[in-house]
T-cell receptor, first 114, second 110 residues
Framework: KAGVTQTPRYLIKTRGQQVTLSCSPI?????VSWYQQTPGQGLQFLFE???????NKGNFPGRFSGRQFSNSRSEMNVSTLELGDSALYLC?????????????FGPGTRLTVL | QKEVEQNSGPLSVPEGAIASLNCTYS??????FFWYRQYSGKSPELIMF????GDKEDGRFTAQLNKASQYVSLLIRDSQPSDSATYLC??????????FGKGTRLSVIA
């Protein structure tokens, strides 16, 4: 079974631009979550989508948004990029929203903002 | 603010020894606990998960839960140099799928 895939793997943008990241979950998984990982803050939860609806949201500004399509694929958008948005963005999928469902991570997209 | 705390390390153990990694969590209602391993430059890989009803052993790995002390541990027996990585403890807390600690860096010395 194929794992979680993310595109692109690497991205370089300049301040003020916007960026869209894509995530395809494991087949049969309907929940997709997004995380930001930085050396200082560690892994922080951005949001989770299930059945095309945002179910949970972390403490990030409105510049960070996402969506999920009917095939469970998800995209994340960051507008008006800031230097502090440089990070590894990780997508994780799980079967459903029940507490016991394990999350599996994709390889990540490394975003550098200049 | 729900939190998960881990000692950042590095924790250095000789090859063949037992590595003991720990984390504490603040949400008393948490019932699902996960350990991820992350090699440098890679994404986190799930290695163990336990629920509030007990400990779990899988090969060289044992995860233990102490609900009274809000404390989770991961034991790695017969540690190998390939176990050198950062180990992330994560807890399902409220509506957040996973709340992560900042990780403990483990170094296994050959």
């Amino acid at each position: 079974k194929a794992g979680v895939t993310q595109t692109p793997r690497y991205l370089i943008k300049t301040r003020g631009q916007q960026v869209t990241l894509s995530c395809s979950p494991i087949s049969g998984h309907r929940s997709v979550s997004w995380y930001q990982q930085t050396p200082g803050q560690g892994l922080q939860f951005l949001f989770e989508y299930f059945s095309e609806t945002q179910r949970n949201k972390g403490n990030f500004p409105g510049r960070f948004s996402g969506r999920q399509f009917s095939n469970s694929r998800s995209e994340m958008n960051v507008s008006t990029l800031e230097l502090g948005d440089s990070a590894l963005y990780l997508c994780a999928s799980r079967m459903g929203l029940a507490g016991g469902n394990e999350q599996f991570f994709g390889p990540g997209t490394r975003l550098t903002v200049l | 603010q729900k939190e998960v705390e881990q000692n950042s390390g590095p924790l250095s153990v000789p090859e063949g020894a037992i590595a003991s990694l720990n984390c504490t969590y603040s949400d008393q209602g948490s019932q699902s606990f996960f350990w991820y391993r992350q090699y440098s430059g890679k994404s986190p890989e799930l290695i163990m998960f336990i629920y509030s009803n007990g400990d779990k052993e899988d090969g060289r790995f044992t995860a233990q839960l102490n609900k009274a002390s809000q404390y989770v541990s991961l034991l790695i027996r017969d540690s190998q140099p390939s176990d050198s990585a950062t180990y992330l403890c994560a807890v399902i807390s409220g509506n957040t799928p996973l709340v992560f600690g900042k990780g403990t860096r483990l170094s296994v010395i050959a």
